[in-house]
């Protein structure tokens, strides 16, 4: 009988326990459920965090290339317009030599003279930078497209049509050879820039430059159109 009711005792226990372990298993369960949502929504809101920051990252890298893209183009351009400017320069020189030399502005020898067969008198060069043709070919083809030289300069080249208008001749005088320059009163203006060079339309073929001079006391404008042709010349000039 003892044993019977210990037996009953032990599994009243029994039960007791496994109640007991049973509640603790399932509120550990809720506990892990809890735990492990928690950590899911840190998780994710973590995940979120990176997210967050890896876009506002990524934002911030876009931003700093356009940036920097912005930056460098500008300076690029920057850099191109100082270089046709410093070209613009160069070539305002070249065609302010050249004018001298169109308008007869160089040294000559007024005691050495000869007619040419169309019966004008021409007097000898004496600039050793100019003592034949090739020397003004260089001037002028160096400053000049092909284009303008043909239709504005081709009286100081010599490859015009006809002579009677040319500037120079190579003398046909066997004692006294040499170029020859017509003696004649002819007008040149030397172009010095009174405001900045403005570039406008620039590839890597062509641009044009416009500035003010000053013609005689009056405040005017140049224009050129500038182009590549084995070298940067001028293409066309026009005033306002």
């Known amino acids: 009988m003892k044993l019977k009711k210990n037996a009953i005792k032990f599994a009243a226990c029994g039960l007791a326990l496994l109640l007991i372990l049973g509640a603790t298993a399932c509120s550990k369960s809720e506990s892990e459920t809890t735990t492990t949502t928690k950590k899911t929504e840190t998780t994710t809101k973590a995940k979120e965090t990176t997210t967050k920051a890896e876009t506002t990252t990524a934002a911030t890298d876009t931003t700093a290339a356009t940036e920097a893209t912005t930056e460098t183009t500008t300076a690029a351009q920057s850099d191109n317009s100082a270089d046709c400017v410093g070209i613009t320069n160069t070539l305002i020189s070249q065609w302010n030599t050249l004018g001298t030399v169109a308008a007869g502005f160089i040294d000559y020898d007024a005691n050495t003279s000869w007619t040419s067969a169309e019966g004008i008198t021409y007097y000898k060069v004496t600039d050793p930078s100019y003592q034949n043709f090739g020397d003004l070919s260089n001037l002028v083809y160096g400053t000049v497209s092909k284009a303008l030289a043909s239709s504005e300069f081709s009286n100081v080249t010599g490859e015009g049509s006809g002579t009677s208008n040319f500037v120079y001749l190579q003398s046909g005088d066997v004692e006294n050879p040499g170029l020859y320059m017509i003696q004649s009163g002819r007008g040149f203006l030397t172009i010095t820039p009174t405001s900045d060079i403005t570039i406008t339309n620039a590839t890597n073929s062509s641009f044009d430059a416009s500035f003010t001079y000053d013609n005689y006391g009056?405040?005017?404008?140049?224009?050129?159109?500038?182009?590549?042709?084995?070298?940067?010349?001028i293409d066309s000039v026009s005033y306002q």
């Not at 405040?219 to 050129?224: G, V």
């Open 218 to 233: 009056q405040q005017d404008t140049m224009n050129m159109h500038i182009i590549y042709e084995d070298g940067w010349k």
